[in-house]
């Protein structure tokens, strides 16, 4: 994994190659969310149900994960 150095460099480039995997990460979440709303909806009797059930998690989901990243990232420096 490339370790990304504050020290050096400018402070734009640095945040942009911190932050550009992790939006890349986010966007191949929401496409796989769009595919797996796609086949759920199209199940049998209980699709549109089940598409509510998916769009109820969704934002709960990246709320987790935004959280997490947001721990991962802050708090690798402090535990060397």
């Not at 496409?31 to 509510?52: F, H, K, M, S, W």
Request: net charge positive; hydrophobic share 55%.
């Amino acid at each position: 994994m490339k370790r990304i150095d504050f020290e050096n460099g400018t402070v734009t480039r640095n945040i942009f190659s911190a932050a550009i995997p992790m939006l890349v990460a986010q966007i191949l979440s929401l496409l796989y969310n769009i595919v797996d709303r796609i086949y759920i909806a199209r199940i049998p009797e209980v699709g549109t149900t089940a598409l509510g059930a998916v769009g109820l998690c969704f934002p709960l989901i990246v709320i987790i994960t935004a959280f997490a990243n947001l721990f991962g990232s802050g708090g690798a420096p402090v535990f060397p």
